[in-house]
């Protein structure tokens, strides 16, 4: 009787296992890197032999999982900063064309920036072999500086400081009118006539885009230049009707009537000051008249 058993319970076993075996297992993880361990939800493709891929859709990727197939598709070496660890194990949404769109190898830098930004986390030197996802406020921080030339070659989304140099008008002005735009991520510090800028490649190109167009506007063949002055303990009110009185010209006409001729006389001013923050006035005039003024607002402080 006992063999019976045996028998009995060695042919159970048997079943249990082929049961297990043909029972269907979870899909397998979607391997598209070769030794990759990353399971994005993208599908992977080749164009001009560089990986690229193929987004369809919407869902969730988790941030690790999306840097680990960017560093897979590019070889380029990515770390996270002590402070954006924690957030690698967070998840960002996507959104794509249930059509699908294409990702080219060289946006691929950019895309991924642009999706882990919901995540309060950005990639930085992603234009270089080797990048890092650091915080959102700590990005200009890791920026690498690149002279203003170079910003037409690099990734939209790439963090990088320029310096603007010897500037026909005061950087400081500059700063004022443009002001740091926190929602924008730019920082903007002067000194003298020098303009430095931290931020994205795709805002700096049209702060450049500003600067080029102020200072041609504002340096013309006629010799008039903006120029910025500190008016100390002066009052900017008293500053600008001061100077306007004093650059104040009589402008004479002739007009001719049914029953004789009349003389216009009117007020014409060859400079424009106007006051910035309080204490300070940005003044247009010809290089001769900048130095009268800058005698006269000396006098008044």
Not at 130 to 137: G, I, Q
Not at 153 to 175: C, F, G, I, K
Not at 249 to 267: F, P
């Amino acid at each position: 009787m006992s063999r019976w058993i045996a028998a009995m319970l060695i042919i159970g076993v048997s079943l249990v296992l082929s049961f297990a075996q043909d029972t269907p297992k979870d899909p397998p993880m979607r391997f598209p890197f070769g030794g990759s361990k990353s399971q994005l939800p993208f599908d992977v493709v080749e164009i001009n032999g560089q990986k690229a891929w193929r987004v369809a859709g919407r869902g969730n990727v988790k941030v690790e999982e999306l840097i680990a197939g960017y560093t897979s598709a590019t070889g380029k070496r990515v770390t996270f900063d002590f402070r954006a660890a924690d957030y690698g194990r967070g998840s960002v949404p996507y959104i794509a064309p249930d059509d699908a769109m294409l990702i080219p190898h060289a946006e691929l830098g950019d895309y991924v920036s642009e999706l882990i930004e919901g995540a309060g986390v950005t990639l930085v030197g992603h234009s270089t072999d080797k990048a890092r996802v650091v915080m959102l406020d700590d990005a200009g921080g890791y920026s690498r500086v690149v002279e203003p030339s170079e910003l037409a070659s690099l990734p939209d989304s790439e963090w990088v400081t320029v310096a603007y140099v010897d500037m026909q008008n005061d950087a400081r002005n500059l700063r004022n009118l443009f002001g740091n735009s926190g929602r924008a991520r730019v920082n903007l510090m002067t000194n003298d006539n020098t303009l430095t800028a931290t931020g994205r490649v795709s805002q700096l190109r049209e702060l450049e885009k500003l600067i080029t167009k102020f200072e041609s506007a504002n340096t013309g063949s006629n010799g008039m230049q903006v120029r910025s002055y500190d008016l100390g303990t002066a009052k900017a009110a008293d500053a600008v009707r001061v100077l306007n009185e004093l650059f104040d010209e009589a402008s004479s006409s002739v007009q001719m009537l049914a029953d004789g001729y009349a003389i216009n006389t009117q007020a014409r001013r060859r400079i424009n000051a106007t006051s910035v923050n309080g204490n300070r006035l940005l003044v247009r005039a010809s290089t001769a008249d900048h130095e009268l003024v800058q005698a006269a607002i000396a006098a008044m402080k």
